[in-house]
């Protein structure tokens, strides 16, 4: 990667953490202080829960197919794996004195183990199982709250505050070595998609505002590409620490 690509990456990063951090911010004073004037669209619910939905739809997409929403700098594009976040391939022991090929779109490398987790012959990646399970689990959620009756009415600003925590920790798990497991990186990748729908129903039971509303769902976008930015970084941190001459997938004498 050229000095000037690199530069380029880390001020887009450095923009969409700020940006995400902003926004955290404005999510707990917008649960603080609600606006005084609410709105009363009847559609409001039913057009708030279809837009969240279709990014979590979206999300569990990008989970199967990380490929056509993302690129790792440091392997080559014709070695990224399609199968997504798992393998259905029998898991082999592999030398460490050669990487060549991917699992759960990481490389077989000791390096990577705290990436992802196995289950009988089957390799996942952690984070994108957290994901995808987080989204699994808030879609009927979303269904119950904005197309029925569900209400969580004095409880609203404790999800907000649940929700901003688990989305700061899913932030957080790719910057801190105490967040580098397999167990960890599931649970905390589930819980900020949790943490997500959580900041948009408590805000939306104490604002009944469609463009706070719509707000947060675009927040909620941000906070993924954010927390997929920092994965990346992670990873070509991993891989630059690597001194493997024999490693096929990471990037030498600047190829890419």
């Known amino acids: ?55 979590c739809v979206l999300g569990i997409l990008a989970v199967f197919f990380p490929n056509l929403c993302s690129r790792f700098s440091y392997i080559r594009r014709r070695e990224i794996s399609h199968n997504g976040f798992f393998d259905f391939k029998k898991s082999a022991s592999i030398s460490h004195s050669k990487v060549s090929t991917l699992r759960g779109h990481h490389p077989q490398c000791g390096r990577f183990s705290a990436h992802i987790f196995h289950l009988s012959h089957w390799t996942f990646c952690a984070t994108c199982s957290g994901l995808f399970l987080g989204a699994v689990v808030v879609l009927p959620a979303v269904g119950m709250y904005f197309f029925w009756t569900w209400q969580i009415g004095k409880n609203a600003l404790l999800a907000v505050l649940f929700g901003t925590f688990g989305v700061v920790l899913g932030l957080l798990q790719s910057p801190l070595p105490i967040l580098q497991n397999s167990a960890i990186r599931l649970f905390t ?59 096929s997938l990471a990037s030498k004498n600047g190829e890419a």
Not at 35 to 42: L, M, T
Not at 190 to 217: K, M, P
């Open 1 to 55: 990667m050229s000095s000037h690509s690199l530069r380029f990456r880390n001020l887009t990063l450095l923009f969409l953490v700020s940006v995400s951090v902003f926004g955290l911010i404005l999510v707990v004073l917008f649960a603080v202080h609600q606006p005084v004037s609410q709105e009363d669209f009847a559609w409001r619910k039913p057009v708030v829960g279809s837009a969240f939905s279709a990014v």
């Open 189 to 247: 990748s589930a819980y900020f998609t949790a943490g997500t729908f959580l900041i948009l129903l408590g805000n939306e039971e104490l604002a009944h505002s469609v463009s706070i509303d719509l707000f947060l769902v675009a927040l909620s976008v941000l906070w993924l590409m954010t927390r997929i930015s920092l994965s990346q970084w992670d990873h070509e941190r991993v891989c630059s620490r690597c001194t493997l001459e024999s490693c």
